[in-house]
Each structure stands twice: as C-alpha cells, then as structure tokens.
C-alpha cells in the first residue's frame, strides 16, 4: 500500500509520540536522505540511506527516556508539490533531565515517492534540544572547537 505525504507525516507525530509499531527509519525508501541543516558542528547534518538512518537513531534511542511527553501534536501544510508536505510538530511536558517543563517544536520538509521519504528535512533548535537533554556542554565544546569528536 502506497501512503500519501500527509499519511507519512501522521506516521512520523506517531513515532515522536513513541506509537508501538511505527519505525522511523522504516518510513524511509533505501536511498532516502535525512538533513538536519539547524545542526552545529560536531553532529552529522546528512545521512544518506534507509540503514545509516536507523543506526544514527538506534544510537540515539535513550533520549525518548530524557522525556515525559504530554501531548505531541502535528499540523500539516500541503505544498504545490504533490510530494511535499510541511509538517510542524510540536511536543511538551516534563524533560527528566532538567526536572522542568518543556515544549519543543520542529519543522519537517518531507518528500515522499512511492509511500516512501526520499528525503527530510528536520529544522529542530539544537540549543533546545541540547539544553533539555543536559547536553549542552557538549554543544559548546562541538561549536567552539574544544570537543575532542562527536557529541552524541
């Protein structure tokens, strides 16, 4: 069964919101490209293909755990592209790191072929993220060149 943009993009809040079932990589075509062009140094902004996609989220799967979501919602914007959607996604609640309230939210630009995402384009705040994680001195030291590799 082919999904259209708009049912990837719902597919894509459920897996935010931690949906048993929903993969993210799964929703990927093997060729397909994530971008993160809001990244710092230090952070892969590019990943290209289906199984690079689900190792650099495999490795990252303990920040769901950083998190006590409340409500994860998802508006979607239809472009003249029939294989575009513009998807801005938002969750809030407790971050368990910094013992406090949160609410973070992303743009997505997402292309989809064949039911499949070709290619993603997550404009996220890494100095959000990074401060609701506890990460952020990993931040500082990736941007000003102190860091001894990646921040993970």
Known sequence: MSRTPREIAELVRRMVEGTAGVEFADLFATDGVMEYPFFVPGFESTLEGQATIREFFKQRSDMRGMFDMHEVTAEVYQTDDPEVVIT????????????????????????????KIVHYR????????????????????????TGTGAAR
Do not use: K
């Open 122 to 145: 997550d404009y996220m705040n890494p100095l959000s993220l990074a401060e609701l994680t506890g990460r952020m001195p990993d931040l500082v030291a990736a941007v000003s060149g």
């Open 88 to 115: 801005e996604i938002e969750h809030h609640g407790m971050s368990r790191v910094t013992n406090a309230p949160y609410r973070m939210t992303a743009l997505a630009v997402i292309r989809v072929r064949d039911g």
